[in-house]
């Protein structure tokens, strides 16, 4: 007997629906004519995807460089990228390809070049006279390693020294190796007996440039004379150096050394240190050696005009202070200045007012560069305050969890943003300008608004100002201050949701021209902000609590321990915001150790009154409650809409409407009652929970073990109800009463009458069914950021119980209620009642109920969380002849569903009456979790949700009327036989256009077979809107709208952390950008014009700036010599004089950035078709030269054949005797 295939069955079903579909789109009404076609003016040369700039702070930095003519800052990083900072907004991006880290950073100073040096034994010189800077030569030592490097002001050689304790010179005009070395060995002769270990400084004298001085690890420092080539003096220490500074008059220098020491030398006095101190010891009274201290990592040595030399150093600290922060420590004559820092200290530089080191120099401030942060310490001041850093370095001031990017925006929103913001700033900065203020701004044609959110881990939230390539914080807002603030471990009200950061942003959506503000955050709380300008105090904050769950059916769950109080009012009582409002005590649920944690929040609202700066001000506090000692659900997504009043979100037990304004709860539905019951998708209805009085009974642990046991008796009727629904629905016939009975009445439908094939389809359906929940499951908490702990422990529990139930609370869902309540009862007596309604689905939801009807029951046992929602005024049924009010929802399984939504009239109307919400059913099915949603007119324009113009909340009344009017809508009119709206619904597999009000699908386009979309927007584009996508495996692609034509498709970036696809957002006009590391956000345009114009829109790191006048030197020093010597490098390390270096010592790499590479990039194709040509012709050759010698053997074997005929011929008649 052959075995029966039920998905072979449907997959042809699929193959000859989608055949017949398109065969007969012409007939459908919603089809697309030729002459009704949108005109779409978007092509694929609109399109070109490149970086543009990034933001924020170097993660991981490891060096530091700064051109005092220039005014230029460079930091590298363990990752070999490179940041140049110059005037606020002059930043600049580049990276090393070989990915190593960056040991040393050294400007050529005044010349708009960087060296850096790498920890793979490479240097390479940039240019940075171009506005993005490129590697000019490259050198790659082979034997030895690199640890440090100096280059001395206005000087083309570049010393390297190496592990090994030689240095080497490098020309870097052209990169080459000078032949000159001066060996380890000559360097200490027998001053020590072991190897002094790796160079850790090297410097020139500021009075005589042919003096060389080199400090070794071990201790001993070296002065050598250039042009003698050999070692002056020598200084010994027994602890090891870290850096060495000199005195600018070269006659003393300083050595910081690793046990926290100071030692001053004078370069004549090569015995013993003219002073040695210990900056943090304490020093003993009976004169011995002061107890040691951590190491002193660097010391610089700066000398003013008129006063006391400062003494700048990092490190050094007694080994008593454990725990201490880092700290900087600045000696200035007498007093010592100890400033901690927050984080730990990665490099320091002395700031100074002349790039000469043999005057006097002027010191000014300090930068100190921190794992996390980058301070500037005014060292002209008293208490040396910190400037006001001018650079966008707080992005991960807490850590990012969620992004959003909104380009243009309405222009007057950033000066509302910044006028608050101002007032947060701290106090205590210094008053002096940013000393780091090189570099011009970019003379871009970009000047629309553009905004930056970023939600942090902490609860803050930040409106950064993104406008022509820059990025500057506007505001920010904490959202933990609506909560009470956790004393003790013990009180930590979340700690069995999320261990740490409970106030850490989930998601948010942001009306910017309302100005509404709805965020939600891990703790499963939504928190609603208005925009004021004014100061106010909140004596309560507005609560409403909502009980999300998910429910068995017909079997009744315990009774929670303790006192209880309802969660909602049921139908038809008052629902003003004192009875919806619920304390938030512990006392009001259970929480006691006798039972399961019942109506507890996860956090607690504080009760005492807030007082709200001007700003965004909390209008209603929204917290999910535990249910049955489960905790509730994090929030999956979120929408807010000012014109209609109204917050909606959803998570992986269903969907929730609030009104904010009347501060009540609207729906509270399960995404399984939000299909219809014609909906082939739909799940078997179930009895709704009885409000339960307040109890203080403990809990049924009988009840609760019977309801356990029940499960795989419940699963399989839930299993096995909605397949054979679909069964029949398939034919296009609707359920009778005796076609389509419950399966508890224990009568069989025609579907099933061979029990043991329904039996084997069970048993399958329940296997892959678990392992596809399992599959679900693991893949929602990669993407969600924070797992409760409880809901990791109990999977299968999870995977198998239902979606919650509706809970209306007012008057105007009593009719609907009477309505459920009957269909309700008639299924209790078995009895599967199923409405005649219209199909929903036209001849394209054929192809998907037949596509997803064998894996629909699998499907829908795992949980199906709400994954998008979008506001708009369409029609929620075929038959609405204007459009209305509405919510497209859609889940992780890939459904779109309609919700209706009834306002009442505006004014005090819509305060006083209830709205009304009805579900419509299902529009249309996708493949993958849905993931944006978007309405366009008849002509192809966006239609966005409608908006309440901004208006102060805490102004006057008649203000308030002013500004307070509805936008007024403009509906497309409605024609026979023409469609007036297009719904596009993206998930992370397709794409589709669905007509409406016919509901019909008119475009699909699969986006990928192989890998799953992370993030899609709907965005306009030159005029046009389109579909943006970034998928998991890097590409990022855009579809025009409506049909859905591929028009970008580039490999860009492959997703190798959670980061990026939790903050991969895209914009209007061409901009998306991503948090690219923890610190710092890369934006990228996927717009030509954009790309076009880079050039011009970058900023200018270089400026023509003279050079100051070297110090006079006197009459007197000129007379006698005692100015600074000079030294012509050239006669001493040039090929005439020194030879040329060993080449397999380094290898020279010409960059792209220099002529050679050009000329090499330019001229390889042709360098590659003449050395092909040559080749060709050398085989010719040489097939020539095989040809003649062919020839001269053939001839060879015709004389060898004729000489040996004319012997046979000549003795053929003689005998033997006669030869």
Known sequence: MKKFNIRKVLDGLTAASSSSSAASAAAQPGAPRENDAVQETLQSENFQLCKTVRHGFPYQPSSMAFDPVQKILAVGTQTGALRLFGRAGVECYCQHESGAAVIQLQFLINEGALVSALADDSIHLWNLRQKIPAI????????????????P???????????????????????????????????????????????????????????????????????????????????????????VAWHHEGKQFVCSHSDGTLTTWNVRAPAKPAQIITPHGKQPKDGKKPEPCKPILKVEYKTTRAGDPFMVLSGGLSYDTVGRRACLTVMHGKSTAVLEMDYPIVDFLTLCETPYPNDFQEPYAVVVLLEKDLVVIDLGQIGYPIFETPYPLTIHESPVTCCEYFADCPSELIPALYSVGSRQKRQGYSKKEWPISGGNWGQGTQSYPEIIITGHADGSIKFWDASAFMLQVLYKLKTAKVFERARGKEEKPSKDIVEEDPFAIQTLSWCPESRMLSVAGVSAHVIVYRFSKQEITTEVVQLLEVRMQC???????????????????????????????????PSTGSNSSDGPRDNIPCLQVRSSPLKQSPGYQVELVIQLVWVSGEPPQQITS???????????????????????????????MGTSELYSPSDPHQRQPRSPRKARQPSGDKPNVTSCMSRLSNLYSESVKKLRSPHFTLCESNDGSNASEDRCKSPTSGSTSPCNSDDERKQKFIEKVKFKSRRFSKTVANDFAKMSRKISSSSEQKPDQEDRVQRWRSLTCKERFKDRNNVKRAARMSQKEGVCRTKS??????????????????????????????SSIHFCESFPRKTDALPSPCLLVGTTQGSVMMVAVGLPPAGDQRLQQPVGISSCGTLVRLKGGVLTMALLDSAGALLPPSYEPWYDPNASDEEKEKSRRRRPASPPLSQEGQESQFAVLCSEKQAKVVAMPSQTRIYKHNITETSFVLRADVVQMAGANCIACFCANGHIMTLSLPSLRPLLDVNYLPLTDMRIARTFCFSNLG?????????????????????????????????????PEAPNRGFFKGLFGGGAQSLDREDLFGETAAGKASRSLAQHIPGPGSMEGMKGAASG??????????ALDERGQKLGELEERTAAMMASAESFSKHAHDMMLKYKDKKWYQL
Request: hydrophobic fraction near 35%.
């Open 136 to 151: 000019l030569h490259s050198l790659k030592f082979n034997r030895e390693r690199i640890t440090y490097c100096h280059l």
């Open 153 to 243: 002001f206005q000087s083309k050689w570049l010393y390297i020294g190496t592990e090994r304790g030689n240095i080497h010179i490098v020309n870097v005009e052209s990169f080459t190796l000078s032949g000159y070395v001066i060996m380890w060995n000559k360097a200490i002769e027998l001053s020590t007996k072991t190897h002094p270990g790796p160079v850790v400084h090297i410097s020139d004298n500021p009075m005589d440039e042919g003096k060389l001085l080199i400090g070794f690890e071990c201790g001993v420092v070296v002065l050598w004379d250039l042009k003698s080539k050999k070692a002056d003096y020598r200084y010994n220490y027994d602890e090891a150096i870290h850096s």
């Open 551 to 585: 429910e068995f059916s017909e079997v009744d769950s315990p009774d929670p321990g303790g006192e209880q109080t309802p969660t909602l009012p049921t139908s038809g009582a008052s629902t003003s915001p004192q009875e919806t409002e619920l304390p938030t005590q």
């Open 638 to 668: 979120l929408a807010i809409n000012s014109s209609y009043g109204l917050v909606v979100f959803g998570n992986s037990n269903g969907l929730a409407v609030v009104d904010y304004l009347q501060k009540t709860l609207l729906l509270n």
């Open 837 to 866: 309604a219209p199909n929903s689905y036209a001849k394209d939801n054929t192809f998907t109920r037949s596509r997803s009807s064998s894996v629909t029951s699998i499907e829908r046992e795992s949980r199906e969380a709400i």
């Open 1071 to 1107: 901009q998306a950008l991503y948090l690219t590391s923890p610190t710092e956000i890369q934006r990228i345009t996927y717009s030509q014009e954009t790309c076009d114009n880079l050039q011009e829109m970058l900023s200018e790191l270089f400026t023509p700036v003279e050079t």
């Open 1165 to 1174: 194709v042709v360098g590659d078709l003449a050395r092909a040509r040559i």
